[in-house]
T-cell receptor
Framework: GESVGLHLPTLSVQEGDNSIINCAYS??????FIWYKQESGKGPQFIID?????DKRQGQRVTVLLNKTVKHLSLQIAATQPGDSAVYFC?????????????FGKGTKLTVNP | GAGVSQTPSNKVTEKGKYVELRCDPI?????LYWYRQSLGQGPEFLIY????????DSGLPNDRFFAVRPEGSVSTLKIQRTERGDSAVYLC????????????FGPGTRLTVL
């Protein structure tokens, strides 16, 4: 199996810049994907979701792109603010078995410098 | 409105002891999930309830772990004969129904087994 380390991928940006966080998912049968933001000491907070019949979805300051061919998901944050500093997780929902469980990626730590 | 709440927020116990962790989902949410998050990792699925029944318990690591939701609302995660490796943050989430709805997470219970 894949080894998992304690060091998260990190991304450091300047306030006002755009941020792009990438995620590779594993299950080609997954049909629902979500991005979560997690601040220290808190539970994950929903940012945006996308279903497999779409390749792009926009929210407020955020855009999610889905490339099913290469099983890649990205989160774009426009005009990044210090309050965006957190760990970001992508999650996929496999369709098998009827379960609604989410399978989370490893996370990316975003640091926004003022 | 009230979000998902979890009690206690922190639990310190000794190896071999029994612990119970409680989750109060958002009112009206029929689906409830338990996840476990180790330091530096994404949440890992444990069990999913639809109403009172466990629809998917494939993530429970062994028979020391058990969860109930007797009235289809509050859920309790029970861990027998705790081990040091059980130390983690235990997260609860709820959602309105099946069919790929957003999961709302609670703040988690940090369990430390000495």
């Amino acid at each position: 199996g894949e080894s998992v380390g304690l060091h998260l991928p990190t991304l450091s940006v300047q306030e006002g810049d755009n941020s792009i966080i990438n995620c590779a998912y594993s299950n080609s049968a997954s049909d629902y994907f979500i991005w979560y933001k997690q601040e220290s000491g808190k539970g994950p907070q929903f940012i945006i979701d996308i279903r497999s019949n779409m390749d792009k979805r926009q929210g407020q300051r955020v855009t999610v792109l889905l490339n099913k061919t290469v099983k890649h998901l990205s989160l774009q944050i426009a005009a990044t603010q210090p309050g965006d500093s957190a760990v970001y997780f992508c999650a996929e929902s496999p369709t098998q078995g009827g379960s609604e469980k989410l399978v989370f990626g490893k996370g990316t730590k975003l640091t926004v410098n003022p | 409105g009230a979000g998902v709440s979890q009690t206690p927020s922190n639990k310190v116990t000794e190896k071999g002891k029994y612990v119970e962790l409680r989750c109060d989902p958002i009112s009206g949410h029929t689906a409830l999930y338990w996840y476990r998050q180790s330091l530096g990792q994404g949440p890992e699925f444990l069990i999913y309830f639809q109403g009172t029944g466990a629809a998917d318990d494939s993530g429970l690591p062994n028979d020391r772990f058990f969860a109930v939701r007797p009235e289809g609302s509050v859920s309790t995660l029970k861990i027998q004969r705790t081990e040091r490796g059980d130390s983690a943050v235990y997260l609860c989430a709820s959602s309105r129904q099946r069919a790929r709805n957003e999961q709302f997470f609670g703040p988690g219970t940090r369990l430390t087994v000495l």
